[in-house]
């Protein structure tokens, strides 16, 4: 067992699964030589050679659409894509096909790729390198949304992407990339797709955060008896693991730094407005990033939710 | 009327194809021809029956455009790929696939190739190497070349072709793929049926060289513009393409002028709705793909008259069969909505 950051976790699980499965095969911009923008894929070029770790050109779509080609064929593509924004460019991929393709052909063929991609603030790099824009995949039908919080579960979700037999937008979250370091063992090992897990157990309010807002959410809960569920797939999302927390504690709250219209934190909301008002003691609150662009360095802090914000929902819950 | 730039080329090529023909086989040339034949009859079929409103798709028809599928798709095996566009009929029938399930899924039956789900854009039948068919102009574009690429890495002999109109030739997505797959020589070949129009918009409006086939420079890929209503012209390019792409040789563009004679979707003709000009289309119609081999097959004494008779028979009782296929199969059952969406 070695401490490992999250970048390395997910070099691990991608080594990992490509000596267990020869079919697994990595294609983005600058992967190979390079080893990609955030260095995830630094040492299996040399390992697994060209033919398996693709240098691309600088065309989004075109690999993303060749990684769904590639699953039409048998083999089990992994894109990456640089930064969350550049994907925007092979949308159409995606959306119109990667989701389709099994309901389109009633599962005569499918399309299991995965699609990696760094999201969120963190990196000191204005709007397009810092999105969170995963409700958008969130919303398309025949697409998994996963993001990791820790290098341990990021390499036992990729893990599970990797051996899942749908497309898959895994989202790194960019600041946690180097930041956090925790135990993660050296071989294989799976977490399932489609759970969530309690991250801290409590009595008095349910949080429902993900990837870097999730640290920032436990470190707002400080003299508060709060139950913190890392949602990590957010499509499907584990609708169980909400519902029973907050039928325990009466009060939700969800922290994202994405916008908050059209949020995933609105359809977390609707979830438990629909299955279990009768329990909320407070109105839900969404603690989340304001109606703009994602704004250069100094303003990032302004922009990311804030530990006093997300305090103050906590106090206006118990309050209530 | 509009003066075709393809149209020297095509009596240049035409010369050539002549002199072609005596090289290939009879069985060859009959093969081609009921290849054509089965998908002309088929899609006139298709706009007999639609007035009934049973067929609860919207079709676009490739009557008119049939030599380039007929003639690629007999150079390719049953272990290779075929990507197509929302004008698939042709491409489906040609490279096998079935003519029932293909009329059922028309008619949005259970037993259609897509279980009456996905309709006449979105055909699939993997057992005959057809991966999919879609709406999005281009869309299948770089999927072929990422199941040339998987052939590639698996070491295997499969190559993949995929077709797409002269409007797909403006998305991006060509480009992108083009690129990938001359850069890593990949087995693809890329056939651009070029009709001369994107829905109503002609080529000139929309492309100022209308040379698409010499977009191939550009990748240091062989292009090639051949008369896309000469079957044997398709069949040939479509021969030195395969062969370049099985012998490592990698991608080929193969631009086919041709014509479409119905309306971008639908039964109808477009004079009817003043979206091109009637002139044009009897143009085209004089130089339709299969009327031009029928006479080169009777002259050549490779068909008959009763032979041609017989061969259109058969055809037509196997369309005749789909029909009542179709119209005999039940409808999916509601719950199917819900499946196939995720692999639970």
């Known amino acids: 067992m070695a401490k490992l950051n999250i970048v390395q976790a997910i070099n691990s699980a991608l080594k990992n699964e490509m000596k267990r499965n020869s079919d697994v095969v990595l294609l983005g911009e600058d992967i190979g030589r390079d080893g990609g923008v955030f260095r995830v894929t630094e040492g299996l070029l040399e390992i697994f050679g060209p033919e398996r770790v693709i240098d691309t050109p600088l065309a989004e779509l075109g690999i993303i659409g060749s990684a769904i080609g590639m699953a039409a064929y048998g083999l089990k593509p992994v894109a990456e894509i640089q930064f969350m924004a550049f994907s925007y460019a092979g949308l159409e991929q995606i959306f119109s096909h990667a989701g389709r393709i099994r309901s389109r052909s009633r599962g005569r063929f499918t399309c299991p790729i995965v699609v990696r991609m760094p999201y969120g603030i963190g990196i000191k790099a204005p709007e397009l390198h810092s999105e969170s824009a995963e409700a958008l995949f969130c919303h398309m039908p025949g697409i998994k949304v996963v993001v990791p919080s820790s290098p341990y579960n990021a390499k036992g979700l990729l893990t599970s992407a990797l051996r899942d037999p749908d497309p898959v937008i895994f989202l790194e979250p960019s600041r946690l990339y180097r930041s956090i370091k925790t135990d993660v063992p050296d071989e294989d090992y799976a977490i399932p797709l489609g759970k969530a897990a309690i991250y801290q157990e409590g009595k008095d309010i349910t949080v429902v955060a993900w990837g870097a807002m999730l640290h920032r959410a436990a470190e707002a809960s400080a003299g508060f008896d709060a139950e913190i569920i890392d949602l990590m797939t957010l499509k499907p999302f584990d609708e169980e693991a909400i519902l029973n927390s907050v039928r325990k504690t009466g009060r939700l709250v969800i922290a994202h730094e994405a916008t908050r219209s059209g949020g995933l934190g609105a359809e977390i909301a609707a979830l438990v407005a629909e299955e279990a008002v009768m329990h909320l003691k407070a109105p839900v609150i969404r603690v989340a990033g304001p109606e703009a662009v994602t704004p250069m360095a100094k303003l990032e802090d302004a922009y990311m939710p804030q530990i006093d914000r997300i305090r103050k929902a906590f106090a206006t819950v118990m309050e209530f | ?344």
């Not at chain 2, 149209?7 to 035409?14: D, E, G, L, N, W």
């Not at chain 2, 609860?56 to 690629?72: D, F, S, T």
């Not at chain 2, 490779?302 to 017989?310: C, K, S, V, Y």
Request: aromatic fraction near 8%; proline fraction near 4%.
């Open chain 2, 1 to 344: 009327m509009y003066t075709l730039n393809a149209m020297p080329a095509i009596k240049t090529q035409k010369k050539a194809a002549e002199k072609e023909a005596s090289v290939y086989s009879s069985a060859l040339q009959i093969q081609l021809y009921t290849a054509m034949l089965r998908i002309r009859l088929f899609e006139e079929k298709i706009v007999a029956l639609y007035p009934e409103q049973e067929m609860k798709c919207p079709v676009h028809l490739c009557i008119g455009q049939e030599a380039i599928a007929a003639g690629i798709c007999a150079n390719l095996e049953k272990r290779d790929y075929v990507f197509s566009n929302h004008r698939g009929h042709g491409h489906s029938l040609a490279k096998g696939a079935g003519m029932k399930p293909l009329m059922a899924e028309f008619y949005g039956k259970a037993t259609g190739c897509s279980k009456g789900k996905g309709g006449s854009m979105h055909i699939v039948d993997v057992p005959n190497g057809l991966l999919g068919t879609s709406a999005i102009v281009g869309g299948g574009i770089p999927m072929a070349v990422g199941s040339a690429l998987a052939s590639k890495i698996r070491g295997e002999q499969s190559i993949t072709a995929v077709f797409f109109g002269d409007g797909a030739f403006e998305e991006g997505a060509f480009y992108e793929s083009f690129n990938f797959a001359a850069l890593k020589r990949l087995p693809v070949i890329f056939v651009c049926e070029n009709n001369f129009y994107a829905t109503n918009s002609h080529q000139r409006a929309r492309q100022f060289a209308c040379k698409i086939s010499s977009s191939a420079v550009a990748f240091d890929a062989p292009g090639v513009c051949i008369d896309g209503n000469d079957v044997l012209s398709a069949y040939k390019a479509g021969k030195d393409a395969a062969q370049r792409a099985r012998n490592n040789g990698g991608p080929t563009l193969i631009e086919a002028t041709t014509y479409r004679w119905k309306g971008h979707v639908g039964p109808d003709t477009d004079h009817e709705k003043g979206c091109r000009p009637k002139d044009e289309l009897l143009e085209w119609v004089k130089k339709c793909p299969i009327g031009r081999f029928e006479k080169h097959l009777l002259e050549t004494g490779i068909l008959d008259a009763n032979a041609l008779i017989a061969i259109t028979g058969e055809i037509n009782s196997e369309v005749d069969d789909a029909v009542k296929f179709a119209k005999e199969s039940p409808y999916p059952d509601v719950s199917e909505l819900l499946t196939q969406v995720y692999s639970d």
